[in-house]
């Protein structure tokens, strides 16, 4: 009995739903913690004056909405200027750049220091910092914010790891020119995007898969060359290298020569990407799944590292996948429409309509809320937008067990926090690295599962220590490359209550617990500097447990 | 609907109850009900060093007694004049020297042509292989440390139960079962200019967390706040290493002191963690001096101070070195070696079987290669890792630590005296 007990208080504990009913004001706040990276100062009242679901659905056609702010912002990062070619130009150039200096000098730590400290090593390492910081900076100034939200939770959903080797280059263009326009399309579409995508491709290591025994045709003409062309010291005296520099190159072609089949892209396609962990494929599925994709790979980043399908690595076999039979003599054409079928399988909306419900609603999201959504990308044919709509429209997203529970990740919790002061970053990499600090590194997910959505992976206790950090760094204004602006919160005053009327109604929505209003005014009691006492009422605010929440 | 039923029994200051059934929030919760008083003082610690980047095993232990060896490294081979010899056949490099008088009082191992039993060669996969636990598999979401740490939940009573030293938590780390990552003791709290504003700070946020966090967010706050108490009493600036031990400058020897402090505190650390890098030598790494050489100094220095530091307290501590594999036996083009297979791992500590260098040694002949090229992998490094937790830690379930795989005794190498 003392068990039930024990297990209603602590469940109570973990909801602890608001019972009142939601005001316009309540909802506004509830869509833009959701649906919007939380609001800025002054965004409640607009969004309840425009009405929640008319904002909504201007959330879901992003394109009429204005975005010049963020645009003036964007050109202050050259690195969008720059094309695929050019990332790769310049990874090449940091390698090789790497490798002189370590030939030149590998004796001491300093030299492998320094071999990471070369103008091209240190252009590359800005870039990507750049890159990180984009993520952040969008998140923050966006009014297209729920296109951010969804990059966000594609980019995961579709991960790659930007410190895996080409993907340093490659991660870039994955995000602006495949993620970010298929956003808020058809599913199909960016399916069949990130699965021809260079920096998936690489990470999945499908580039690698060949029909076994496929040679490439270099390869071969190099075998043809050593059986009957020139003999062994003619090579040595032709070869500029010197034999063992020779030998070794052509052991490392040998070693980087493809050697059969990699499932690993095959088998993240259907347990993350589409059908899911229980969608009902076999291992003889994922094999046949590979063997379709085999020869999708990529260019040599000399060439530009683009998308290209190699005939010679292909299988023309014929296959079945979840029991449908692809006949043989198919070539690229067979990868596609396995993509369609993928994309169309009930499986695959069931698995992706639970993952949006999962962010969007609750970490364990209602059956209704996913059955409207799936219900909702029959009818649309798997337009994104329609199945949004759906969980948008549904009462799981209302429904007060599920407001203000969901834990901000670490990104949210920046931004959100960002946000809540009106603050501006700028192009310096500050922010993303508080993100990283705070346990979200960004396109540094290691796993292709993406970063998780549920609590238990981001609360704790190092990981809270450094969020109450970080809010009372912004709050007081010192986090280098972040212009806060808490006029916009409150006057300074050392009138607590006024000083937590204001952060409640602005930031909270007045939804603030009277527990943490006790507190905050405790702790400003005997302040009496009026900017002393502001910034230590927002630094607690937004380091507290309230705000952890959306 | 059915409930399940729960049970929560208390006896010896312990609360269990069915892991798996329960939402993580109410296990956490559990933990914090029932923690302990007392901290027994001499409980078992593993400590694990990833040299990431894949070490080369060959010349971290030299077989300088296999003429193979010098023939296939005409330039970066450790001449014989230069190992510390071990059993004549294997020796350490030169760098290693300050670990030969553990060798020698038989607290040090080392284990040879252990490694994955998958082929990669890519480090992206290798680590995760490594630190996850499941070779082959990557959809595997927490790390073994972490499973290991749900599924024994004897020491469950300290925010320093597992510890990782570094920004964040790593992947062997990552999982259910909360663990701590220090990026450096000093700094492990709320940050203030002085210590009084950073007092009010910490008792205004305990204040905030305690009334108003629900779920995860209150145990793990609770968890949060009692650690930093446990750092201010153990006052981290003050520490000074005992009997001399003089640990190398740079993040490893930060680590390691920072370690060495936390076990002495007697917090309650079953594991640490750290990171050591730079091991990816494809170019001039050197013989007897040179790149490795120099990161292998960092690493015997490091443990020699970190056994010296410790003293007396080793005889529990088990540190463990692991790598995601060896390079290859060959050097290449560029004075370096590439990536391989099987390396060498070093287990040094109290209950180590030392004096020994462990594992079945497959050799150089080109014929017992993996692939042709490489020192083949003779012990799954999950027997290896398996070992350590059963017979120094005391687990009792291995099956859940190493899903798909059962560990079996008979594959042990004996790296843990019993």
């Not at chain 2, 609770?222 to 600036?237: D, H």
Request: glycine residues 8%; neutral net charge.
């Amino acid at each position: 009995m003392i068990s039930y007990l024990l297990l209603a208080v602590l469940l109570q504990g973990a909801g602890a739903p608001s019972p009142r009913a939601l005001t316009p004001r309540d909802s506004a706040y509830h869509v833009l913690n959701r649906l919007a990276y939380g609001p800025r100062p002054g965004d409640l009242d607009s969004v309840a004056r425009l009405g929640v679901m008319r904002w909504i659905d201007l959330q879901l056609d992003p394109r009429h909405i204005d975005n010049p702010f963020l645009a003036e912002r964007e050109r202050q990062f050259p690195f969008l200027g720059l094309s695929r070619d050019d990332l790769a130009r310049l990874y090449l150039q940091a390698q090789r750049a790497r490798q002189e200096r370590l030939r030149a000098d590998s004796m001491s730590r300093a030299a492998t220091d320094a071999a990471d400290q070369t103008p091209e090593a240190l252009r590359a390492r800005r870039i990507a910092g750049q890159f990180q910081e984009l993520a952040v900076v969008r998140a923050v100034l966006s009014q297209r914010q729920l296109e951010e939200v969804m990059v966000d939770f594609w980019t995961n959903h579709f991960n790659v790891f930007f410190g895996k080797g080409a993907d340093r280059f490659l991660t870039p263009s994955y995000i602006e020119a495949t993620i970010r326009p298929n956003a808020l399309g058809k599913f199909a579409d960016l399916l069949i995007a990130t699965a021809q995508s260079p920096a998936m491709l690489f990470y999945l290591d499908n580039a690698e898969s060949v029909a076994p025994g496929s040679v490439p045709p270099q390869l071969a003409r190099l075998q043809a060359r050593t059986q009957f062309g020139l003999s062994p010291r003619r090579r040595i005296f032709l070869d500029p290298m010197g034999p063992m520099r020779a030998d070794s190159l052509r052991q490392r072609a040998l070693l980087r020569m493809p050697k059969g089949l990699n499932e690993n892209y095959a088998r993240e396609l259907m347990e993350l990407h589409t059908l899911g962990v229980d969608g009902g494929y076999t291992q003889q599925d994922v094999i046949n799944v590979a063997r379709i994709f085999t020869g999708w790979s990529l260019e040599r980043p000399q060439q530009g590292a683009g998308f290209v399908f190699n005939d010679w690595a292909h299988d023309y076999g014929a296959k079945t996948v979840v029991g449908v039979t692809f006949p043989a003599g198919h070539g690229m054409d067979e990868g596609l429409r396995l993509l369609k079928l993928l994309a169309s399988e009930h499986a695959t909306m069931h698995h992706v309509s639970k993952q949006l419900c999962a962010r969007f609603v609750a970490d364990d999201p209602p059956d209704g809320c996913v059955d409207d959504a799936v219900a909702a990308w029959h009818r649309s044919g798997g337009d994104i937008r329609e199945v949004l709509r759906a969980i948008f429209h549904g009462p799981d997203f209302w429904a007060p067990q599920n407001v203000d529970t969901k834990l901000k990740t670490p990104l949210e919790f920046v931004v959100s926090a960002v946000r809540a002061v009106g603050a501006d970053p700028d192009t310096t990499p500050r922010l993303a690295q508080v993100v990283a600090r705070l346990g979200e590194p960004l396109y540094q997910h290691v796993a292709p599962d993406g970063y998780p959505e549920r609590e238990e992976d981001w609360v704790n206790s190092g990981a809270l220590l450094a969020r109450m950090n970080a809010a009372v760094a912004l709050a007081s204004g010192q986090l280098s490359g972040v212009t806060v602006n808490l006029d916009a919160v409150a006057p300074a005053t050392a009138d607590a209550d006024q000083l937590i009327g204001a952060i409640d109604d602005k930031i909270f929505a007045g939804r603030l617990s009277p527990h943490t209003k006790q507190v905050i005014r405790d702790q400003v009691a005997d302040v009496r500097d009026p900017e002393q006492a502001r910034t230590l009422a927002i630094g607690l605010a937004l380091g507290g447990p309230d705000f952890q929440r959306q | 609907m059915t409930i399940n039923r729960r049970v929560f029994v208390k006896s010896g200051g312990l609360a269990l109850f069915s892991l798996g059934l329960d939402p993580l929030f109410l296990a956490r919760a559990a933990y914090a009900a029932g923690r302990p008083s007392v901290r027994p003082s001499d409980r078992p610690t593993l400590v694990c060093l990833f040299q990431r980047g894949a070490v080369d095993g060959l010349n971290m232990i030299v077989p300088h007694g296999d003429g193979l060896y010098y023939r296939e490294r005409p330039r970066i081979a450790v001449p014989a004049k230069d190992v510390v010899d071990l059993d004549g056949y294997f020796g350490l490099h030169p760098s290693l020297a300050a670990l030969k008088p553990l060798w020698d009082n038989k607290s040090l191992a080392a284990v040879h042509a252990v490694g994955s039993p998958d082929a990669t060669r890519s480090h992206f996969d290798a680590q995760d292989y490594m630190e996850s636990g499941t070779p082959g598999v990557k959809a595997t979401a927490d790390g073994w440390l972490n499973r290991y740490c749900q599924h024994d939940r004897e020491h469950e009573n300290t925010p320093f139960r597992a510890v990782a030293f570094g920004p964040q938590l790593p992947r062997i780390l990552a999982g259910s079962a909360p663990s701590l990552a220090i990026d450096d003791l000093q700094a492990f709290g709320l940050r203030a200019p002085q210590e009084a504003a950073r007092d009010r700070l910490t008792r205004a946020f305990e204040a905030l967390y305690e009334g108003s966090a629900t779920g995860l967010l209150a145990s793990s706050s609770q968890e949060g706040f009692e650690a930093m108490q446990m750092l201010k009493q153990m006052n981290p600036s003050q520490y000074q290493p005992a009997n001399g031990a003089a640990y190398p400058r740079g993040r490893l020897g930060r680590s390691l002191l920072q370690i060495a402090q936390l076990i002495k505190a007697d917090v309650g650390v079953q594991i640490a963690f750290a990171d050591v890098t730079g091991w990816d030598t494809h170019v001039n790494q050197g013989a007897s001096e040179g790149q490795l050489a120099a990161r292998l100094k960092e690493l015997g220095d490091g443990l020699a101070a970190l056994a010296q530091d410790l003293g007396e307290k080793m005889r529990d501590v088990v540190v463990l070195t692991m790598s995601e594999f060896g390079r290859t036996i060959r050097e290449n083009g560029n004075s370096g070696t590439d990536h391989g297979h099987a390396t060498a791992m070093l287990a040094l500590g109290g209950p180590v079987n030392g004096g020994k260098v462990l594992g079945a040694w497959p050799g150089l002949d080109p014929e017992k290669r993996f692939e042709g090229r490489d020192v083949a992998v003779t012990t799954d490094f999950r027997d290896l890792f398996a070992e350590i937790l059963a017979r120094h830690l005391g687990a009792a379930d291995l099956a859940p630590v190493f899903p798909g795989y059962a560990p079996d005794a008979a594959k042990f190498v004996g790296v843990i005296r019993t």
